[in-house]
């Protein structure tokens, strides 16, 4: 099997049954992406597949043979972090770190969404402007938990972003 | 998981050639087969990858309907213009489900046949006639918080889990498939469903083989749309109860209502009776309770989720008043 992760190919042979988390992780390595739950409830495994956010544990490998993938690795470095990894550590948007790969990806994904004027289940109209309010970023990021429970602070770090972004 | 066969089809011909051999899954987006794969709940020996299918499109018809392809992903089908325009109660449906990431991956197609989140359908250790016909229902005297008040059956009280089916069943939505002889069929969504009675692990009257293609919504509905979910938590979690509604009012009366509810049944619920109690009178409280009198007539609470009945009315008799309310 062939795939493409953030802009470098791989080749790999795995086990059918081998999910693209355990492929990104068990196969070539990338160990960014986390396993919280593998049943798609907690969002640590959050990646990007063609610049969508998708929960990679609820997905098989040999389906994104054809897809762009974009892993945490691929969105910053240590020395050049991303501007949202930057805003998660200048307001502390986590205790352990562990969902906070998912946590970045996803909200990633999800300031792309806003841009495209994709309204949520708390947007007051559905053809409106996209205002990420509190509100907004809570609901929109609901599908990742944080068990340390460092919410106010991830709102806090994704807000600045959209701010920047609007 | 066991492991399986897997090919991807080019076509949808392709795809039900293959479908056609028994224990065979399409897999679309994927979220819950693999989950259920995972909990070897679900066992195909072959998967047949239907994700890259041509049926992607959300398409205007002649009649002022739309014809959405079964591959459309639920996120961009709720962003849809022509979506937001005409049937908001399928967008908000829609929004009101899963997550961003679920939601960008879980096909329209595949939503119609998530399985029930019925705790004891899940858990391989106990039985369930759903998963293991035969075996008994420990729900019925168990936690069945989540459970059916209304067409359940001794062998089965498990609930329809999908908020868009609620929105898509208001909408008299129309399912068209593909079947392994090269047939195609419409089926309506009034006759896709199928009763648990004693056989709870037939939910649809989908054959061996048979795909989903596309899914025909008739022309917008006169009327205000709403969908309203009570849930446990904010966001991120299935209904207790939902009510889907499209109420249109002229003259003082109402003159048309259509009425869905999801986390009642084991599909989609749809009431005729309750309509029939809104049409022609004033839109006013005294309707309101007597449509949620003829809704919930037969209604069956089995201990834990007595209180869904009570919730159901109340939520009713509210998504009514709001959509009423400019035009009492």
Redesign the interface.
Known sequence: MHFTINGTKYDADP???T?LLDLLREHLGLTGSKKGC???QC?AC?VLVNG????SC???A??HQDDEITTIEGIGTPDNLAPLQSAFVRHDGFQCGYCTPGQIC?AT??LD?AK??????V?ES??GDIALSDEEI???????LCRCSAYPNIVDAIREIAGEDA | MKTFDYSRADTPQDAVKGGAVGNTRFIAGGTNLLDLMKLQIETPERIVDISRLALNEVEAMDDGGLRIGAMVPNADLAAHPQVIKAYPVLSRALLAGASGQLRNKASTGGNFLQRTRCYYFYDTAVPCNKREPGSGCPAKEGFNRIHAILGTSDACIATHPSDMAVAMRALDTTLVTLKPDGDRRRISIHEFYRLPGDTPHIETVLEEGELITHVELPPAPAGKQAYRKVRDRASYAFALVSVAAIVAVDDGKIANASLAFGGLGPMPWRSEAAEAALIGKAPEREAFEAAADALLADAKGFGSNDFKIPLTRRTLIAVLRDLTEDAA
């Open positions: 086990d059918i049954r999910s593998d049943h798609g969002g959050t969508r956010r998708i929960n609820l997905t098989l040999v389906m996803s994904g999800m969404e495209k004027g994709w309204p949520s289940h947007s559905l053809d809570r609901e929109r990021m609901s599908g990742n």
